[in-house]
């Protein structure tokens, strides 16, 4: 990473993306939200947001604060408000799903906490959105790694411009009409959440990253641009389908089918692409987080097929749970704890390390995990994502609640690993910390800034 700074609150992102992820596996086992209410029921909804606005949007936020300098090789501009939109982002998500939990009961003080939920993390990501999109504005043209996030970054806006509407809908602060938008709206709102802007952009970080550590040629992506063409069809046809569904004009569902076919190419595109850069890579052995996730790529692919399939047969309705859960938490959750498992060594090894390299002996990156524990943890996690999944398919709440505690327990523990990391608990006392080093905190920036 020549010449990147490291971000000063990617770690605290991170922190707060993990608390929201086991707060949500916590109610999953409990058996609060789906299946033991309706996926529209406002327990499930508590449930989602904590998963997505709260796990997903955090982690990706961290991660682009870090790496879209890597992505176009210049500085990151407007990074001093990154911690208000932290701020705003942790308010506006506790509010958001107080407000959803304060719904199902019945309380009256429900409304105002959606709109203060609603209000606050639309600033923050909006905020998240103007730092990366000034960087990237700066560094034009863009390479095709960061085309990616400029695509995700369209697609953010529009999910939260769809989200504060319902919000706004279900507090009652909109007119009565607005509501029949409500059962079209909300798939197009999770379609441009979790496939427009986590999706595209996981893909456009992963075409540099995957090669970076997996010390593979930049030229082994040939297909990349053709991913970026087909995201940018599915999305303007999810964008379409807004449209037409607000307008109530004809045509949304022939603009979503399309955009099906667009993605469903795309990964076509994105799978041999991956193919060819694990095939070229330089790395003879897998590190434990490439391994991690290979089967996080797998849930993609297998999410993405089930789900063409669900919809060719007519199996969508009953089936589009279990799929969601097996692309939310196979593929994009999974995903996560596997680059997490190699970029908070790797960051906590450059702010730790990064100001005495060359002139005394440190450990490698490497030296800061147990591999072999871990291994154990990302088995458990997956295979807990499998069996849940299949048991929402089979209509088995009992065995869906089992599989999620299985989940439950191995993201306890690689939450643990990262602690651990963060203490740099596998390095020896004696080679911890080499005169000049800085001892990492928890979550927190340290007071010295580090440049890799």
Same mark, same amino acid.
């Not at 939920?117 to 990501?125: E, H, I, R, V």
């Not at 970080?205 to 990253?209: D, T, W």
């Given at each position: 990473m020549?010449?990147?700074?490291?971000?000063r609150?990617?770690?605290?992102?991170f922190?707060?993306?993990c608390l929201?992820?086991?707060?949500?596996?916590?109610?999953?086992v409990?058996?609060?939200?789906?299946?033991?209410?309706a996926?529209?029921?406002?327990?499930t909804?508590?449930?989602?947001?904590l998963?997505?606005?709260?796990?997903?949007?955090?982690?990706?936020?961290?991660?682009l604060?870090q790496?879209?300098?890597?992505?176009?090789?210049?500085p990151?501009?407007?990074?001093?408000?990154?911690?208000?939109?932290l701020?705003?982002?942790?308010?506006?998500?506790?509010?958001?799903?107080?407000?959803?939990?304060?719904?199902?009961?019945?309380?009256?003080?429900?409304?105002?906490?959606?709109?203060f939920?609603?209000?606050?993390?639309?600033?923050?990501?909006l905020?998240?959105?103007?730092?990366?999109?000034?960087?990237l504005a700066?560094?034009?043209?863009?390479?095709?790694?960061a085309?990616?996030?400029?695509?995700?970054?369209?697609?953010?806006?529009?999910?939260l411009?769809?989200g504060?509407?319902f919000?706004?809908?279900?507090?009652?602060?909109l007119?009565?009409?607005?509501?029949?938008?409500?059962?079209?709206g909300?798939p197009?709102?999770?379609?441009?959440?979790?496939?427009?802007?986590?999706?595209?952009?996981?893909?456009g970080?992963?075409?540099?990253?995957l090669p970076?550590?997996?010390?593979?040629?930049?030229g082994a992506?040939?297909?990349?641009?053709?991913?970026w063409?087909?995201?940018?069809?599915?999305?303007?046809?999810l964008? +379409? *389908?807004v449209?037409?569904s607000?307008?109530? =004009? &004809?045509?949304s $569902?022939?603009?979503?089918? !399309? @955009?099906?076919?667009? /993605?469903l190419a795309?990964?076509?595109?994105?799978?041999v692409?991956?193919?060819?850069?694990?095939?070229?890579?330089?790395?003879?052995?897998?590190e434990?987080?490439s391994?991690?996730?290979?089967?996080?790529f +797998? *849930?993609?692919f297998?999410?993405a097929?089930? =789900? &063409?399939?669900? $919809?060719a047969?007519?199996r !969508? @309705?009953?089936?589009i /749970?279990?799929?969601?859960?097996?692309?939310?938490?196979?593929?994009l959750?999974?995903?996560g704890?596997?680059?997490?498992?190699?970029i908070?060594p790797?960051?906590?090894?450059?702010?730790?390390?990064?100001?005495v390299l060359?002139?005394?002996?440190t450990?490698?990156v490497?030296?800061?995990?147990?591999?072999?524990r871990?291994?154990?943890?990302?088995?458990?996690?997956h295979?807990?994502?499998?069996?849940?999944?299949?048991?929402l398919?089979?209509?088995?709440?009992?065995?869906?609640?089992t599989?999620?505690?299985?989940?439950?327990g191995?993201?306890l523990?690689?939450v643990?690993?990262?602690?651990?990391?963060?203490?740099?608990m596998?390095?020896?006392?004696d080679?911890?910390l080499?005169?000049?080093?800085?001892?990492?905190?928890f979550?927190?920036?340290?007071?010295?800034?580090t440049?890799?």
């Open positions: 020549p010449g990147a700074s490291l971000s609150w990617t770690m605290s992102y922190a707060a993306a929201f992820l086991l707060m949500a596996e916590v109610l999953l409990a058996g609060y939200g789906y299946p033991g209410a996926i529209e029921a406002p327990p909804l508590a449930v989602v947001h998963i997505t606005a709260g796990w997903f949007g955090l982690l990706m936020s961290g991660a604060l790496f879209v300098p890597v992505l176009v090789a210049k990151l501009k407007g990074g001093g408000v990154a911690l208000p939109a701020i705003a982002i942790v308010a506006g998500e506790t509010g958001l799903v107080l407000g959803f939990v304060a719904m199902g009961g019945g309380a009256d003080f429900a409304a105002p906490l959606l709109s939920g609603a209000l606050f993390l639309s600033l923050g990501y905020t998240v959105a103007g730092i990366v999109g000034v960087t700066g560094a034009w043209p863009l390479p095709l790694p085309r990616f996030v400029a695509l995700g970054l369209i697609a953010l806006v529009a999910t411009a769809l504060a509407t919000a706004l809908v279900l507090s009652g602060y007119p009565s009409a607005w509501a029949g938008f409500l059962p079209a909300l197009l709102h999770a379609a441009l959440g979790l496939g427009g802007w986590l999706t595209v952009s996981a893909v970080v992963s075409y540099k990253l970076m550590f997996l010390l593979a040629p930049d992506s040939a297909g990349a641009g053709k991913v063409l087909t995201g940018a069809a599915a999305i303007a046809l964008l +379409a *389908a449209l037409l607000v307008t109530d =004009l &004809a045509g $569902a022939i603009a979503l089918t !399309l @955009a099906l076919l667009f /993605s795309g990964l076509g595109f994105y799978m692409d991956l193919l060819t850069i694990y095939r070229a890579r330089r790395r003879p052995k897998l434990l987080n391994l991690a996730s290979i089967a996080s +797998a *849930a993609l297998v999410g097929a089930w =789900l &063409a399939v669900a $919809a047969t007519g !969508l @309705a009953s089936d /749970s279990a799929i969601v859960y097996l692309l939310g938490f196979g593929w959750t999974g995903l704890l596997a680059k997490l498992y190699k908070v790797f960051l906590t090894w450059l702010e730790c390390y990064g100001p060359g002139r005394v002996p450990p490698r490497q030296d800061l995990v147990r591999e072999p871990a291994r154990a943890w990302f088995l458990l996690f295979a807990g994502v499998l069996i849940a999944a299949l048991a398919a089979l209509d088995l709440d009992l065995v869906f609640r599989a999620a505690g299985l989940q439950l191995a993201s523990a690689l643990a690993e990262f602690l651990r990391t963060r203490r740099l596998e390095i020896a006392p080679r911890r080499p005169g000049g080093a800085i001892r990492p905190n979550f927190l920036p340290s007071l010295q800034p440049r890799s």
